[in-house]
């Protein structure tokens, strides 16, 4: 990013409560829910554009369309789509 002269934001988040298989699992639910809702739903609330949002994590990404209806794509994809 900083190749290109875009300026990025490293947000700290904690697990976004997807973990893999255990947001998945059904006994998980509520409490994979909460757990984003702790640490991650938090910086969605304080960025206006989500457009700007990335993440690393497939289960990440995942969790984010699962609890916000909102696809976040991989950094890799946003410089792929600048190049």
């Keep these: 990013f900083k190749s290109l002269n875009l300026n990025l934001e490293i947000c ?3 697990c976004c409560g997807m973990a893999g298989n255990y947001g998945h699992e059904k006994e ?3 409490n994979s829910k909460d757990i984003f ?3 991650w739903k938090p910086i969605f609330d304080s960025i ?3 457009s700007k949002i990335m993440a690393t ?3 990440c990404r995942e969790q984010i369309k699962r609890q916000l209806n ?3 794509p991989h ?3 946003i410089l792929n789509s600048l190049l």
């Design 70 to 72: 909102i696809e976040t």
């Design 37 to 39: 809702e702790l640490s």
């Design 12 to 14: 700290a988040v904690g």
């Design 75 to 77: 950094p890799i994809q």
């Design 57 to 59: 994590g497939f289960s």
């Design 28 to 30: 998980n639910i509520n």
């Design 48 to 50: 206006l554009d989500h």
